[in-house]
Structure formats: C-alpha cells, structure tokens
C-alpha cells in the first residue's frame, strides 16, 4: 500500500506538475533577480531578464550555480533575504577549503520538514514508529533534517547523533527504535558492533532504515537488510538544495522520487552543460522552486544519475532518479578506465568471503596507475576447505578484471583492521594527487 504524506501533490499527472513549477520557477527567479546581485548579474551576462523566464522549458535559459559560486560569496552573500529572516545556518561537509554555508527562514524550515515527514511517509514511517537518528547534529544537514521530519510524522524521535556506537547498541534495544536513520556504512559498523555486545537482530525492533548521504550499492543494501532485520531505503539530498530530502525511495524501492514540486530535476552533460533527453546518464542539477533563503538556480551537483518520468507502480507520479553511482569528483581515472568506488563495490559484495568493509587505494609507480583494493576477510574462509586466502584474492581479483577492465591488486585484510566511519564513509585514497 502507498503511504503517501500529500497524495494530491504525489499524484499530479506529468502536466499539473509541469504548470506548477512553471509558476513557482517565475516567482523564483524574479525573487533572486530582485535580491540576490550574484544573480542579477548572472542574468545580465547572459541577457536575460525575469520576464523570459515562464515555463519549465525556460530553465536552461539559465545560468549554471556551482559550489565555488556559494564559496566566492561566503558565508552568506548568495542569500536572497536580509538576515533578520534567517533563523537556522548549516554547511556542507567539505574536505578542502571553506565549508559552503546555507540558510533557512521560518518558513524554510516548515518545507524542509514537510519534505522529509513526506519521505518518512512513504518508507511507511508513522506516529507509532520510535525513530532512533545517529546521523551527526551540528552543521550537517542529517540530524537535524531527518529530527524534524520525523517529529512532523509524529514519531518518537530518539536524537542521539552519531559516535559511541556501543551506547548507540544500548538505546536502540532499550528504547525498542523501530526505525534506524544513519549512513549505510554507519548501518554496518552498528550491525558489526552489534555481533561484539552478543546480541542479534532478534534483540533490536527495527524493521525500517532511513539511509543515505554517501553513495551505496545494492549489494550493500542487502546485507544491511540481512543483518538488521530491516527494510532499507535510500534518501537523498544535498545541503546546498534543503539537507536530506530531495529525494526517496517508496516501497517499491526502485529508484528515488523526486520531490519536484519543490526541486526542479535535470541531467546535463558534464562536460558540454547541455540538457540530456530522458534515460541519460549525467550529472544531476536541481532547481528549488519553494525556498525563500537560498533558492539556488540549476545548481550543480557533481553527482551522477538518471532521471525516469514514468509513473512508478507505488502510484507516485513524480520524477524518479537512479541511485546516485558517485560524485564525477568521486570518479576515479584508472589507467584512463572511469571507474566509480560503488562499481569495486558492487563486485566485493558479491563474494561471501568477505565483509563489506573495503578501501581502494591508487598510486603510481613508475608512471603506472596501480590499483589496491584491501577488503576485510571473514572467518569462513577458515572453515572452507576450498577457499584459501590466495584462491579468495585472485577470484576477487578476476572479477574485477573481467567486470571493469581493469587489473587491480587485492588484499585481504583481518576482520575490523580498516577504519569504521560513523558518518560519511571515506573509500579512496589516492596517493597520486601528491606527486
Ligand atoms: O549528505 C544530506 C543528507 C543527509 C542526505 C542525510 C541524506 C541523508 P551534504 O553533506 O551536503 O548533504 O552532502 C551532499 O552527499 O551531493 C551526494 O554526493 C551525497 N549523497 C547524499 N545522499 C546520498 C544518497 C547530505 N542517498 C552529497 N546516495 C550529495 C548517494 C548521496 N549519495
């Protein structure tokens, strides 16, 4: 049964939807135009005016927003409202440089929580539910995001933020949480940890997981499904847009919708910026069309995924985009080969020898490009009689030959010697950037 939060905005047919974020974009780019010089003078460069702006076919009349673009303008000179009207600031994680920092007015924070109660909603979340949230409070989006959203749905919210995952153990079997929002890689470091304080799934209520904000396999997910005891759904979402929320799996789980009355989605080429037809890999742009704060114009994303307007069979008629396969930033060039870390992913996964915690690791030597990927063993390679560590790492390592085309070293670590995460998991070192 479909759960829906709003059935009548879930369900508009193709071209309701397509009428209402043609009046919201107007409104949009009138209001940035207005207030928002870095915009203005974007237009201007491009010679354009609000008054082209008047259906959704206008948008790629418009200029590309990039991170680097907030950055220029930190902390708060991409904002569209004097700053008396901002009452909550978040960033976005960066690893290098400045953070890129978004705020929300009061109504801002009503349609972020309204965005998220809707993706509870159609994981099946309701008010009977007790919603145990380890993604991290603070500056991340996570915590607070999916706090609120949970709390709208009228659920027990449990906020207890990430790290100490053996309290983490103990209130989600004493408070009985039914529903679990983290990382996925986080989901796996609780289910490992579990294992450690002798209990098992049977001991824990869950029976939904709420995970996103890094990149994740269906491989992956399976053997969170297998070890919670859960049903896992993907959310989506990036600071920049609202935080979590941009986008959710339905019970259908099979791909994400979209919240595109609030975010207009489109692919572009990477590379070129043109809009691609339907079906197209490409990097994901969204537009918000209902935020007040930071309305970002076709901001772009680098994260790389399809879009599907076909109905889906929950009855959702909005957008569906594919799990996000990485970041283009995230993509690795291997000997000239593209290869995203959720594709090595997908094929250790599949291998029962091993556990899902893994690390690739790229240098080069001698002007080669040399791959590693160490992967964590468990103990039926012990007990197998066929299998011995060497026979593991070379199938592993013909698997990935044979699925990417490309050779790759393998080595197979002791159990719980790579590092856990507890929010974003860090996959890649590449030594190569230092040369
Ligand atoms: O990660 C917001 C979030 C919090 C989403 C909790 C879901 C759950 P940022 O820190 O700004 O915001 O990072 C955004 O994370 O551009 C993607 O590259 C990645 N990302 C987020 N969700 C997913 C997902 C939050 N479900 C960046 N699958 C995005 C793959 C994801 N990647």
């Not at 709003?6 to 207005?34: M, P």
């Not at 044979?402 to 790579?418: D, Q």
Request: net charge negative; aromatic share 8%.
């Amino acid at each position: 049964m479909a759960h829906y939060w709003n059935k009548e905005i879930e369900t508009l047919s193709r071209e309701e939807l397509r009428k209402l974020q043609g009046e919201r974009l107007k409104a949009t780019v009138r209001r940035v135009y207005e207030n928002v010089p870095y915009y203005s003078q974007r237009m201007k460069e491009k010679g354009i005016t609000p008054d082209d702006i008047n259906t959704v076919d206008d948008l790629c009349k418009l200029p590309f927003t990039y991170k680097t673009d907030l950055r220029d303008n930190y902390p708060f000179g991409t904002f569209a409202v004097p700053m008396e009207q901002v009452v909550r600031v978040h960033a976005s994680s960066g690893t290098t440089g400045k953070q890129t920092v978004v705020g929300y007015t009061k109504n801002d924070l009503e349609t972020w929580a309204d965005c998220v109660a809707r993706c509870l909603a159609s994981a099946g979340v309701t008010a009977n539910d007790v919603v145990h949230i380890a993604y991290g409070y603070g500056l991340f989006t996570g915590g607070l995001g999916l706090h609120y959203g949970a709390e709208r749905v009228g659920a027990t919210v449990i906020p207890v933020s990430g790290g100490n995952t053996a309290r983490q153990i103990m209130l989600l079997k004493d408070f009985g949480a039914t529903v679990l929002c983290c990382t996925p890689s986080y989901a796996l470091y609780i289910a490992d940890e579990l294992k450690s304080a002798g209990l098992t799934k049977d001991d824990l209520k869950l029976r939904v997981g709420i995970f996103g904000a890094e990149p994740w396999t269906e491989e992956m997910k399976a053997q969170i499904e297998e070890r919670l005891g859960l049903k896992a759904y993907d959310i989506y979402g990036l600071s920049e847009i609202i935080g979590p929320g941009v986008s959710m799996n339905c019970s259908c789980q099979k791909d994400l919708h979209v919240l595109a009355d609030h975010f207009i989605p489109e692919i572009i080429d990477p590379d070129t910026g043109e809009v691609l037809p339907e079906g197209q890999e490409g990097e994901l742009v969204f537009t918000c069309i209902t935020k007040e704060a930071l309305p970002l114009i076709r901001y772009r994303t680098r994260d790389i995924s399809v879009l599907n307007y076909e109905k889906c069979e929950c009855g959702r008629t909005m957008p569906r985009m594919k799990k996000v396969r990485g970041r283009s930033d995230d993509m690795i060039i291997i000997r000239g080969v593209n290869v995203f870390p959720s594709q090595i992913e997908s094929v250790l996964l599949k291998h029962s020898q091993v556990e899902p915690h893994y690390m690739i690791i790229v240098d080069r030597v001698n002007n080669l490009d040399v791959l590693e990927v160490q992967i964590e063993m468990n103990d039926s390679i012990f007990s197998d009689k066929v299998s011995s560590i060497e026979s593991v790492e070379r199938r592993l390592r013909q698997d990935i030959e044979s699925t990417l085309g490309i050779s790759a070293k393998i080595r197979l670590v002791e159990n719980r010697s790579l590092q856990r995460s507890e929010g974003k998991a860090k996959r890649v070192i590449d030594k190569r950037n230092i040369y």
